[in-house]
C-alpha cells in the first residue's frame, strides 16, 4: 500500500531575465523563498543584445525550471538609445529629474503584460520584476506607483484575478541601493560575473555608460572591486 504524499506543490513564479544584475538577484530570491523559477527573456532590438547570452547563462546557473526567450520588436520605430544605434548612449550620469535616452517607450508595459499571460498559462503566483527605483528614478514605469497601478489592471484583465487568484507582481528590489543589490547577490550565489549591464553593444562593457558606472561602484563598495569593468 502506497502512503499518500501530503507534501505541498512548489509554488511557481515568472522571473523577467534580462541577464543584467538586478533581475537575476530578483530570481535568486524568488528561490530562496521555496519557488520554483521560470525564466522569460526578450528579444526587442536592443543593442546590446549580449545581455541575452547572458541571460540564459544565469538560467543555467541559478537553474531555473525553465527558459523563455520572446522576440518583440520595438526597435521598429526607435525611441530610445537603447534600440536606436543612431542615438548616442548617454555617459554622464543620472540626473535627477530627467527621463534618459535609454527609457524604452512601453517596455515594461509590454513585458509585465506577457509576462502576466505565461504566469496565467502556468498557474504562477508571483511574476519576478528587477526593477529599481533608487538608481533609475527617471524611469517611469520602475516606480513603485506604476507597479501598483499595474496590479489593479492585472487583476481585472484575466480570469485568474476575477476569480481572486491572480498573480502578483513582486518587485523586491525596487527601493534598494545599488550596493545592496550586490551585496544580496553575492550572498545568494548569484553569478555576478555573467550578468550584463552595459548599455553599448561591444563584446565587452564600456565601463561608461551609466548602468556600468552604477554597477562598478556598488561592486567596489560591496568589496568586490575584482567584479567591476574597469
Known amino acids: ?127 519576478v520584476l528587477g526593477v529599481n527605483a533608487v538608481d533609475y528614478s527617471g524611469y517611469p514605469d520602475c516606480r513603485p506607483d506604476y507597479l501598483e497601478a499595474f496590479q489593479q489592471l492585472a487583476d481585472l484583465a484575466s480570469k485568474a484575478g476575477r476569480e481572486g487568484r491572480g498573480t502578483q507582481l513582486w518587485a523586491p528590489l525596487v527601493s534598494w541601493s545599488k550596493t545592496r543589490i550586490v551585496e544580496e547577490a553575492l550572498r545568494l550565489g548569484v553569478p555576478i560575473a555573467e550578468t550584463w549591464s552595459c548599455y553599448s553593444g561591444g563584446a565587452q562593457p564600456c565601463g561608461v555608460c551609466d548602468s556600468c558606472r552604477i554597477r562598478d561602484a556598488a561592486l567596489r563598495e560591496a568589496g568586490r572591486p575584482d567584479l567591476a569593468t574597469t
Open 1 to 127: 500500500m502506497e502512503l499518500a504524499d501530503h507534501r505541498a506543490p512548489v509554488p511557481t513564479a515568472i522571473a523577467l531575465l534580462s541577464g543584467g544584475l538586478d533581475s537575476a538577484t530578483a530570481a535568486a530570491l524568488a528561490q530562496a523563498e521555496g519557488y520554483q523559477v521560470i525564466g522569460l527573456s526578450f528579444d526587442y532590438g536592443q543593442r546590446h543584445r549580449r545581455e541575452l547570452q547572458a541571460a540564459a547563462t544565469i538560467a543555467r546557473d541559478l537553474g531555473l525550471a525553465e527558459h523563455q526567450t520572446i522576440q518583440v520588436n520595438l526597435a521598429s520605430w526607435g525611441g530610445s538609445s537603447l534600440t536606436d544605434a543612431r542615438m548616442a548612449v548617454p555617459s554622464e550620469g543620472v540626473q535627477e529629474g530627467v527621463i534618459p535616452s535609454t527609457y524604452v517607450p512601453g517596455r515594461n508595459t509590454v513585458f509585465i503584460a506577457i509576462g502576466l499571460s505565461l504566469a496565467e498559462a502556468r498557474g504562477a503566483e508571483r511574476l
